[in-house]
């Protein structure tokens, strides 16, 4: 009997092996990849905060288009300007789809834009809000009067520290908060505000729970357990309903479609105007969408904004002589009687290079958001089932030797041309902001607020590592997007007026 159950169980185990093969291996137009473990899969090979680097180096073994499987989910990882032009620009439809994951349903109960599957309700909600963000960029934000006052009041608080060392990084995220309110609610923050102490940590407690993931999104039957992590992103979601439903409710009551005053004004006019031409979408996009997107604008335009611009900072304070050449070059352009304006930024092409090597080198959405194959597909040859996974690595596209010399290295001369001239990257070699049918939202705005909040704080600044300090890392601290660990910088007055 013992001899039975023993053959028994060795036939079983021969069948499983055979069937495991069968499933991973014998898909012979799936991309290559590792072999995956047991029940996991490969989602060790993604479980590290240097997973995108991790990927990159994976890419020497398996090419720049490879799978991996999380759980029984089928993961591509792609690579390569032309893998990553098919996957973002050529075939972008086919792969414009987002996975369903726990946590973005949890954060966007499948209501926002960022996080939403391809859908023609997908389709309506981002043409509305597309519509108000072009309406307001055009009227608003070439004034640069709202940025361009915050940002007066930061270079004020700056300067008040009297060339002390301080954390920068507070500054700027309270600035680029404030901007952000502004533009989106209509309202701002001051440092010592509780409601600014509650968004920092609603931001925070939201960012670091999405970057980091769950194990739930892999094995979703495991969301019945009382993981902290995900009663801490409800109880941050919770806490962001409540602020933002708030104001969102304020808009709707005070009515203001006819003058709009800020984003949230303009969406609702979009709304209306969208509802009037078609009567038949009339309550397909609730109340509900339009928080959501208010709290993606909120904290995907504060995240990147604020990480890039603390980003350039401290890659010049690690580069002293390319501090030195946009001073130079900003006080042959603006002089030392004024403070630069947005229409200045054909004439600072050196700062214009130094805004894009910062995008390129630190690429602070590495792995942008996952993808989906909304159809069965082809990329580079393989077949990509309907409902695949696509991960799309942007910071090996940047970092990516045969495109740019020396990628480690922190040129902003590789975007000028050889009078000085800013050249813009090919856009299939540079996609900060991703690209596509699901290209960010805010790109605009952030370009804006990068070039003004840089333009502004080193013509009134030379920024100086403490004396007698190490020079800050440049290894991130990894959340929602790569952001410099916090540092200490001394600000020293250039320009007085």
Request: aromatic share 10%; charged share 25%.
């Amino acid at each position: 009997m013992a001899m039975f159950e023993e053959l028994a169980c060795f036939v079983l185990a021969i069948i499983l092996v055979t069937m495991i093969v069968n499933r991973f291996t014998q898909r012979t137009h799936l991309p290559p990849g590792p072999f995956p473990l047991p029940i996991i899969g490969n989602a060790h090979k993604l479980a590290a905060d240097s997973r995108h680097v991790d990927l990159m180096a994976m890419e020497k073994q398996y090419g720049h288009v490879f799978r991996l499987y999380l759980g029984s989910q089928l993961v591509v990882v792609v690579s390569g300007a032309n893998a990553v032009k098919e996957v973002l620009i050529t075939k972008s439809a086919e792969f414009a789809g987002r996975p369903s994951l726990y946590t973005g349903e949890v954060f966007t109960k499948g209501k926002a834009i960022a996080l939403a599957d391809y859908s023609p309700e997908w389709r309506l909600h981002r043409k509305i809000t597309v519509s108000a963000l072009k309406m307001y960029i055009n009227e608003v934000l070439k004034q640069g009067t709202v940025i361009n006052d915050e940002f007066d009041l930061l270079v004020k608080r700056v300067q008040s520290r009297n060339g002390k060392p301080h954390d920068i990084t507070i500054e700027i995220r309270l600035a680029v908060m404030n901007v952000i309110c502004a533009l989106t609610f209509g309202s701002r923050y001051e440092f010592d505000d509780p409601d600014f102490v509650r968004f920092l940590e609603m931001i925070n407690g939201v960012a670091k729970m999405l970057a980091s993931g769950s194990v739930v999104d892999v094995f979703p039957w495991l969301r019945f357990f009382p993981f902290k992590s995900i009663q801490t992103l409800k109880k941050s979601c919770e806490e962001r309903d409540k602020l933002v439903g708030k104001i969102y409710r304020e808009h709707v009551e005070a009515n203001r479609v006819q003058n709009p005053r800020d984003l949230t004004d303009l969406l609702l006019k979009a709304k209306k105007e969208a509802e009037e031409e078609d009567s038949s979408i009339k309550g397909f996009l609730t109340d509900q969408h339009l928080i959501f997107t208010l709290s993606e604008v909120f904290i995907g335009g504060m995240e990147t904004t604020a990480s890039a611009l603390c980003w350039t900072l401290l890659y010049v304070i690690h580069n002293p002589n390319i501090q030195d050449k946009l001073h130079q070059e900003l006080d042959y352009v603006i002089g030392k009687d004024r403070l630069p304006d947005l229409e200045d930024k054909r004439s600072l092409p050196f700062l214009q290079a130094t805004i894009a090597e910062t995008l390129r080198i630190t690429s602070v959405a590495p792995l942008a958001l996952p993808h989906k194959a909304t159809v069965d597909a082809t990329l580079q040859g393989y077949h990509i089932p309907k409902g695949t996974t696509v991960l799309v690595n942007l910071w090996s596209l940047h970092h990516d030797p045969d495109i740019w010399n020396d990628p480690n290295d922190f040129r902003p001369e590789r975007f000028l041309d050889k009078d000085g001239n800013f050249v813009p990257p090919k856009v299939d070699h540079f996609l900060p902001f991703s690209g596509g049918r699901r290209v960010c939202l805010g790109e605009s705005l952030a370009r804006i607020e990068l070039f003004l909040v840089l333009a502004r704080l080193l013509h009134s600044f030379r920024f100086e590592n403490p004396p007698g300090c190490d020079l800050p890392t440049l290894e991130p601290d990894v959340g929602l997007v790569l952001m410099p660990q916090p540092f200490n910088v001394c600000a020293i007055r250039r320009h007085t007026f």
